[in-house]
């Protein structure tokens, strides 16, 4: 493949801050799931470029899009925990609070 232009660098840049900020995630979170040790912007750069050379914009965007479904699934996982353990509200402890007054008095 050959390389990416300064403007579609440019541009590849400018998405991926945006797609980042559109799902709450930071170049850290992309760098960990680049495998690669620094979040700078540079950094991420130099892996973009190695998918570009391994196989185009498909490359990067199947990549992207796999990191994305990843993100997802954790944030649908982490709603569906959520959703099941439904916390104790303020009627549910006083009910057990009389319920262990009634067990202690017997």
Do not use: C
Not at 17 to 36: C, M, P, R, V, Y
Not at 54 to 65: C, E, V
């Amino acid at each position: 493949m050959s390389k990416l232009s300064i403007q579609e660098e440019k541009e590849l840049v400018s998405f991926i801050k945006d797609w980042l900020k559109s799902h709450g995630f930071t170049q850290k979170d992309l760098a960990n799931e680049l495998s690669i040790k620094s979040s700078r912007t540079s950094e991420i750069i130099l892996k973009i470029k190695e998918l570009y050379k391994k196989g185009g914009m498909f490359n990067i965007a199947k990549n992207l899009i796999k990191i994305e479904q990843k993100w997802l699934n954790n944030i649908n996982n982490d709603y569906r925990e959520m959703k099941q353990t439904p916390p104790y509200n303020q009627l549910d402890i006083d009910s057990l609070v009389n319920q262990m007054n009634q067990d202690t008095s017997k």
